[in-house]
């Protein structure tokens, strides 16, 4: 089974900094793409940005300059299935439940998407 674990999330106000951290575990053979979704009240779920494998990087067009997605290269078992989402220059619209999600394929089972339980980001003054 795998469990994906976020952290980071909390009350920034506008302009301010935040970053989210998940963290991947279990059984894992390999991950294939990980990276972050957001939902605000009333809307779609949405892609933020993602990292696939061969380190290549997707962002959606309203974050491109103000978030990083980056995969810790370490080979700390305890942080290597780590992604973290930097979030810049943040703006109430950002305000949303960020949602983690991986593509991975485990012992027992083929590549598949697995998502975590969100974290709440609020932009507000």
């Known amino acids: 089974q795998v469990q994906l674990v976020e952290s980071g999330g909390g009350l920034v106000q506008p302009g301010g900094p935040l970053r989210l951290t998940c963290a991947a575990s279990?059984?894992?053979?390999?991950?294939?793409?990980m990276g972050w979704y957001r939902q605000a009240p009333g809307k779609q779920r949405e892609l933020v940005a993602v990292?696939?494998?061969?380190?290549?990087?997707?962002?959606?067009?309203?974050v491109k300059g103000r978030f990083t997605i980056s995969k810790d290269n370490t080979k700390n078992t305890s942080t290597k299935n780590t992604v973290y989402l930097q979030m810049g220059i943040l703006k109430p619209g950002d305000t949303a439940v960020y949602y983690c999600?991986?593509?991975?394929?485990?012992?027992?089972?083929?590549?598949?998407?697995?998502w975590g339980q969100g974290t709440q980001v609020t932009v507000s003054s």
């Open positions: 990292i696939v494998s061969g380190g290549r990087l997707n962002y959606t067009d309203y």
């Open positions: 279990g059984s894992i053979i390999g991950i294939y793409a």
């Open positions: 999600n991986a593509k991975i394929r485990t012992l027992v089972s083929d590549k598949r998407h697995y």
